[in-house]
Structures are given as structure tokens and as C-alpha cells.
């Protein structure tokens, strides 16, 4: 393997990498705080488990999953980092609005504002990193900027319960909105773009320097790996999004949680479950992907196949104690697929479409698995509820865990497809 050019090794990668996690880390506290949220909002303003749902998912998933495309595209024909500077302001902006609601459709709007701004973060930040960080560790640094989703998660929901439940719910978004206005400028200093690197000559299926949202669309189309890959992230991701918005309200039912305590006791799991899985999984998936292509979606795969037995034995339980380290395990394997597959979709395509080739991945994945699961899995609980009553949402959960089991076969049959598909660098 040859060296990585001077460009790949550039020291300010690092101060990149650190800026693009804590942008991240909002993007995620801003996402995730509805959950821990979701009790006295309900009480507040009378919804039902199904409206809460299409507050959680359809509300932020719809424009967030459709506008990251054009945003993508927008990125790599001209500046990522602005874009998520942009991106940053707008959702945080709409996070705040959350605060004035007074209805369910105040908050479906302002949620369908975050959905827009954070539509703008994420692609064009997987591809900055794909700028400076050399192919043989992409899926680690890759994994260290998704470690803003476990840690923005459990910061979301520590401080919306605390904020919450000694000052009121709304007070909670007006706190983290205007946090993220802060970190505007100091982002727009630190980061800036990076001159795109050349692809290898022998690739298989070259696109133009600069190619179109449907240039890249037509490449990805043609490669099975980008349809096991999406499909088998959304199924987990309809699981995973389900079961991180409605915990927290589990928690409160079923174990008899005051607001505090559920945030706590989520955020504990968030912090220390998603932090290792994370991080585990580009470690692992680096060293293994360097001698067969084909772990980057096997290793997901498996992490999926045994996180669904674990979970199920966490939702059962009737002891909170016990109920944790149950959960502890599964939850850090929720998480081992970040690194992975989204290293896997930038090597899908050249440099320059590496934005929108993220963005047309995270519409898959965004619109089926955040869009449908949070919404699903409350829809379900309400429909349980003559047969099960307040155990209902257990109930919706254990059904659930059979979407694991989907990803896990279409991680399966990534493996062998990535290895053909694969585009060096």
C-alpha cells in the first residue's frame, strides 16, 4: 500500500474532525431532546402516542431526508463547510421555535425547520472527512464523528429532563437552540474546505471531476451494495429510532420512572453503550476491511444478529438494575454499523460526489428508518393498548425486534457486493 499524499496527512485534520463532532453533537441533542420531552409535552398539550410519533419521526424525517439531497449536491459543487454553517444556524434557530408551541401543528412545523437545517450537516460532513482522512482510516475517524450521536443523544436527554423538570419543557429547546447559534462563527473560523483528492486510474467506473446529483445517482444504482447497504441500515434504523425515542417513556410507564430518573438512566445508556459501539465498530472494521472488503457489512451483520436477544431480555424485564446492564450490551451494538457502512458508501463513488452519495444513502435510511419507526412503533403501542394497557409499548417494542433480523441478512449479502463495487482512492 502506498503512502497517503501530504494533502491526507495534513495536522489541522484533527482540529476538523473535532469541529464536525461537536456540530454533530447538536445536531443530535437538537434531535433527540423530544424524546425525553415527549411526557410533559404530551401532558401539556394532550397528544396521544401516535401524534408523538409523527413529532419524533415523519415531522423531522420528511424534509430532513428529501432536502439532503439537493443540500448534498449543493455542497460538493461548492462549499461543505458553509453549508454546514448554514445547515447549523437553521436548525438550531428552529429549535428554539419548539419552545413558543402551542399545539401539536406549532411543533410538526418548527420540527419540520430542524429537518431542513440538519438536513445540511450530515453528508457534507462525512465527505470533509473523506477529504482529510486517508482510506485505511476513514471508518475510524468516520467512527469518532458519528460519536456525536450517543453523546449528543445522552446530552439531550440529561439536560431536557433536568431543564424540564426545574424549569419547564419549553425553557429546555430555548437553552439548546441558542447554544448552537454560539457555535456558528467559531465553526465558520476553524473549518474550511479541501481540495478534492484524485482518484486511482484503474477504477472501474470513473464519473466526470465535478459530477451531477444524477451522474452519482445512476453510478450507486448500479451497485447491489448500495441497496443491501441502505436497506439494511434503515431496518435497523427504524428499531433503533424507535426504541431511543420511546425508552424514556417505557421507562416512565412501565418502571414507574420520574422524568429525572428516565433521563438518567437512558442518558447513562446512551453515553457509555453508544460511545463503545461506535467506537468499536470503525476500530474493528478498519482492521478487518484492510484484508477482506466484505467486513465492512458483515460486521454490522453480526452486531445486529446479537443485539436482538439482548434487547428483547432488556424490554422484558420488570427490574430497572437488572433492566440496565441488559440493555447495555445491545445498545452498544445498535451503534457498531456507523463507522462501517458509512466508510463503505464513501468508497462507493469518486471524491467529488462523496456528499451526494451520502445524502442519497441517509434518504434511505433517514426516510424508512426514522420517518417509519418512531411512528410505527407508537402507532403500534396504540393499537396494543385494549390488549395489553400500559404495557403496550413493551409489547410494540418486542414486535419490533424482527427488523433486526432483516438487516442482518442484507448486511449478509452487502459483503460479497462490496468488494466488486468498491472504488479506490
Known amino acids: 500500500m502506498t503512502a497517503a499524499p501530504a494533502e491526507m496527512r495534513d495536522p489541522h485534520r484533527n482540529t476538523v474532525l473535532a469541529m464536525l463532532l461537536v456540530v454533530y453533537i447538536f445536531n443530535f441533542i437538537d434531535r433527540q431532546i423530544l424524546s425525553i420531552l415527549a411526557a410533559p409535552i404530551q ?7 401516535g401524534e408523538m410519533g409523527l413529532l419524533g ?4 424525517a420528511l424534509l430532513y431526508s ?4 439537493p443540500l448534498a449536491a449543493l455542497a460538493d459543487r461548492t462549499s461543505r463547510s458553509w453549508v454546514i454553517a448554514v445547515s447549523l444556524a437553521a436548525w438550531s434557530g428552529f429549535t428554539a421555535l419548539c419552545g413558543v408551541a402551542q399545539n401539536f401543528w406549532h411543533i410538526f412545523l418548527a420540527r419540520l425547520g430542524v429537518g431542513i437545517g440538519e438536513a445540511g450537516g450530515v453528508a457534507p460532513s462525512y465527505a470533509l472527512i473523506g477529504d482529510y482522512f486517508p482510506s485505511e482510516r476513514r471508518a475510524t475517524a468516520l467512527s469518532i464523528y458519528s ?5 449528543g443523544s445522552g446530552l439531550g436527554v440529561l439536560m431536557g429532563g433536568y431543564i424540564a423538570a426545574t424549569v419547564d419543557w419549553r425553557t429546555a429547546f430555548f437553552a439548546v437552540g441558542l447554544c448552537g447559534l454560539v457555535i456558528v462563527p467559531i465553526f465558520k473560523v476553524l473549518v474550511r474546505d479541501k481540495a478534492k483528492p484524485k482518484v486511482a486510474a484503474d477504477n472501474p467506473e470513473q464519473l466526470p471531476e465535478m459530477p451531477s446529483l444524477r451522474e452519482t445517482a445512476g453510478v450507486l444504482a448500479r451497485k447491489k451494495s448500495f441497496w443491501f447497504l441502505s436497506f439494511g441500515a434503515a431496518m435497523s434504523s427504524m428499531l433503533g429510532y424507535g426504541i431511543a425515542f420511546w425508552l424514556p417513556s417505557l421507562l416512565i410507564r412501565s418502571f414507574g420512572f420520574e422524568l429525572v430518573e428516565a433521563s438518567q438512566f437512558f442518558g447513562a445508556l446512551l453515553l457509555i453503550g453508544g460511545v463503545v459501539g461506535v467506537m468499536g465498530g470503525g476500530l474493528i472494521a478498519d482492521r478487518l476491511g484492510s484484508r477482506d472488503r466484505a467486513f465492512y457489512a458483515w ?6 444478529f446479537l443485539g436482538a436477544p439482548l434487547f428483547a431480555a432488556g424490554i422484558s424485564s420488570t427490574d430497572a438494575k437488572l433492566a440496565f446492564l441488559l440493555f447495555l450490551v445491545p445498545q452498544a451494538l445498535a451503534y457498531v454499523w456507523l463507522g462501517p457502512v458509512l ?5 462507493l463513488v469518486v471524491p467529488a460526489a462523496r456528499s ?3 445524502a442519497l444513502f441517509l434518504l434511505i435510511n433517514n426516510l424508512i428508518g ?3 419507526g418512531i411512528y410505527a412503533l407508537g402507532a403500534l403501542s396504540d393499537i396494543l393498548l385494549p390488549f395489553y394497557g400500559d404495557e403496550a409499548l413493551r409489547y410494540s417494542m418486542l414486535y419490533g425486534l424482527s427488523l433486526y433480523a432483516v438487516a442482518a441478512l442484507l448486511m449478509g449479502l452487502a459483503g460479497p457486493s462490496l468488494r466488486k463495487d468498491w472504488v479506490a482512492e
Request: hydrophobic share 55%; glycine share 16%; no cysteine.
Open 356 to 358: 451526494t452519495a451520502s
Open 370 to 372: 426514522l420517518g417509519g
Open 66 to 69: 428529501t432536502m439532503a439531497v
Open 43 to 49: 401532558a401539556d398539550l394532550g397528544l396521544d402516542d
Open 299 to 304: 460486521l454490522p451483520g453480526l452486531a445486529f
Open 343 to 347: 466508510s463503505a458508501v464513501q468508497h
Open 57 to 60: 419521526g415523519l415531522a423531522f
Open 147 to 151: 460519536l456525536g450521536i450517543p453523546i
